[in-house]
């Protein structure tokens, strides 16, 4: 089981790593009263945020690596892999919706 882990990491990291620099953007533009300009994020910004994005997917991939070990692990009366699939969409389901819920809530809040 470890060894899939480290497995998971490590293809996490470099699919975040991938990932994350198609999806940050090294120029920004920016809209002043109607004027775009745009100017480059500093080297040292732009790969705090790439490494930052690819941490987050590795340790997103390693606990997905660990749910499916430790599904595989369980009984097999005790389970199916409908009821596991399931539950897994419901789990997203619920959680995007109260995120976007609070985050709907905090721009009423925030808005001026």
């Known amino acids: ?43 040292r910004e732009y790969m705090f945020k790439v490494l930052r994005t690819a941490i987050k997917i590795c340790f997103a991939s390693i606990i997905v690596a660990a749910l499916v070990e430790y599904y595989k692990s369980l009984p097999k009366g005790e389970y199916s892999i409908k009821q596991f699939v399931l539950g897994i969409i419901k789990s997203l389901i619920i959680g995007t919706v109260l995120f976007l819920i609070v985050f709907y809530i905090i721009g009423i809040l925030t808005h001026n």
């Open 1 to 43: 089981m470890e060894r899939k882990l480290v497995k998971a990491g490590i293809y996490g990291l470099l699919l975040g790593l991938l990932f994350s620099i198609i999806y940050h953007p090294d120029i920004i533009s920016l809209n002043n009263n109607g004027a775009y300009s745009g100017y480059v994020v500093p080297m």
